[in-house]
């Protein structure tokens, strides 16, 4: 029996849609297209995977917080009502 949480699901669909560039000085820059304002910057691609992550999270947590909509993201909706 597996066990999903609704949030962990989110978080990872999310991040399947994440967008990876290497900048001139060599570094990454991340972001989210379907999560507005959801950028990360790191010195290696994982430490950008590991920022972009965080962001998303504290994105969520805060957009939960003030009751903004988030988007739908494969057919997962943390929106209430």
């Given at each position: 029996?597996?066990?999903?949480?609704?949030?962990?699901?989110?978080?990872?669909?999310?991040?399947?849609?994440?967008?990876?560039?290497?900048?001139?000085?060599?570094?990454?820059v991340g972001k989210i297209?379907?999560?507005?304002?959801?950028?990360?910057?790191?010195?290696?691609?994982?430490?950008?995977?590991?920022?972009?992550?965080?962001?998303?999270?504290?994105?969520?947590?805060?957009?939960?917080?003030?009751?903004?909509?988030?988007?739908?993201i494969d057919n997962i909706d943390l929106n209430m009502?």
């Amino acid at each position: 029996m597996t066990v999903k949480f609704i949030l962990s699901e989110y978080v990872d669909q999310a991040m399947a849609e994440a967008m990876y560039d290497q900048l001139e000085d060599h570094s990454f820059v991340g972001k989210i297209p379907v999560c507005k304002g959801v950028i990360a910057f790191g010195s290696t691609l994982k430490e950008c995977q590991n920022e972009l992550q965080s962001t998303l999270e504290d994105w969520i947590l805060l957009g939960l917080k003030l009751r903004h909509r988030l988007p739908v993201i494969d057919n997962i909706d943390l929106n209430m009502g």
